[in-house]
């Protein structure tokens, strides 16, 4: 049997656009055993069960 990839989504509070320095939460899909959350590539918050991830250190142009 071939089970589909998962998939999810990504949300982000208090929305797409913010200034620097303004507390930022993204949240995963429910559901999956463990969640890893990145900016530009790097590793920010190791797998853990967690599905949310906030900060207030983003700056223009880096990608969550």
């Known amino acids: 049997t071939v089970s589909p990839v998962p998939s999810g989504t990504l949300t982000v509070a208090p929305g797409a656009s913010f200034c620097p320095a303004t507390i ?3 949240t995963a899909t429910a559901g999956f055993a463990t969640y890893e ?3 530009n590539s790097v590793t920010v918050q190791g797998t853990i069960a967690s599905n949310t991830f906030t900060t207030s ?6 990608v969550v």
């Open 24 to 26: 930022v939460t993204f």
């Open 37 to 39: 959350f990145k900016v």
């Open 57 to 62: 250190t983003l700056t223009n142009g880096q």
